[in-house]
């Protein structure tokens, strides 16, 4: 290994390490990331498209993480619910500008299983578990007051905190990777560009032009 000036052996910066596997790197990232943004470590921009091929972005937490992929959760009926239903691919672009880095995923898309979607919900404050009954997420809302009362409903519906069940259209999807790339801030535009490729069950590593 060559760690000469800070580089390693393939003459990017030390930050890149010398993991074979992106999600061990992306681990050590995220732990970084950790200590130093201020809010929402875990915030993350994820890309998916419609029928027609038209984009649509939004950011989201991130809330599991596995050699198998990135874990978030939603309502399977707003639009990206139906999107990843339909198209079952996305991407993912995590920005840390503290770190003055990002890493951008790309994949297919899976449903966690009950008991994952189940465990996570449960772990979720009182009123989070009553908004994912209440809000009929990304459809027309004629006036705000419409949502507030159905959020007082499902209160008395649900007046025990500790038994919310999980709503049925209410899960988790999780991003398998095909391709992880690792970006890093360069002063004038001379970033710094690792990529992890997939194939089969290896990963391919190659620094990519800024």
């Given at each position: 290994m060559n760690q000469k000036n800070g580089k390693n052996s393939l003459g990017i910066d030390i930050c890149f390490e010398e993991q074979d596997n992106p999600i061990e790197l992306f681990k050590k990232w995220f732990s970084e990331a950790e200590k130093n943004e201020i809010n929402d470590p875990n915030a993350v921009a994820v890309a998916t498209s419609d029928n027609n091929n038209q984009p649509n972005v939004r950011m989201v937490l991130l809330k599991g993480l596995s050699d198998k992929?990135?874990?978030?959760?939603?309502?399977f009926n707003s639009k990206k619910g139906s999107e990843l239903k339909t198209i079952q691919k996305a991407s993912m672009c995590f920005h840390w500008k503290s770190l003055r880095r990002q890493v951008r995923v790309l994949g297919k898309v899976e449903e966690v299983s009950s008991k994952e979607a189940d465990d996570y919900y449960n772990s979720r404050p009182y009123k989070n578990k009553i908004?994912?009954?209440?809000?009929?997420?990304?459809?027309?809302?004629?006036?705000?007051?419409?949502?507030?009362?159905?959020?007082?409903?499902?209160?008395?519906?649900?007046?025990?905190?500790?038994?919310?069940?999980?709503?049925?259209?209410?899960?988790?999807w999780r991003l398998l990777p095909k391709e992880i790339e690792f970006w890093l801030d360069g002063e004038g535009r001379i970033h710094e560009r690792l990529n992890y490729r997939k194939n089969k069950d290896k990963w391919i590593k190659e620094i990519l032009y800024p």
């Amino acid at each position: 290994m060559n760690q000469k000036n800070g580089k390693n052996s393939l003459g990017i910066d030390i930050c890149f390490e010398e993991q074979d596997n992106p999600i061990e790197l992306f681990k050590k990232w995220f732990s970084e990331a950790e200590k130093n943004e201020i809010n929402d470590p875990n915030a993350v921009a994820v890309a998916t498209s419609d029928n027609n091929n038209q984009p649509n972005v939004r950011m989201v937490l991130l809330k599991g993480l596995s050699d198998k992929g990135f874990v978030f959760f939603t309502n399977f009926n707003s639009k990206k619910g139906s999107e990843l239903k339909t198209i079952q691919k996305a991407s993912m672009c995590f920005h840390w500008k503290s770190l003055r880095r990002q890493v951008r995923v790309l994949g297919k898309v899976e449903e966690v299983s009950s008991k994952e979607a189940d465990d996570y919900y449960n772990s979720r404050p009182y009123k989070n578990k009553i908004s994912a009954w209440a809000s009929s997420q990304s459809q027309v809302l004629e006036k705000r007051e419409i949502f507030l009362e159905k959020i007082k409903e499902f209160e008395k519906k649900f007046p025990n905190q500790n038994k919310v069940p999980r709503p049925p259209h209410w899960s988790g999807w999780r991003l398998l990777p095909k391709e992880i790339e690792f970006w890093l801030d360069g002063e004038g535009r001379i970033h710094e560009r690792l990529n992890y490729r997939k194939n089969k069950d290896k990963w391919i590593k190659e620094i990519l032009y800024p």
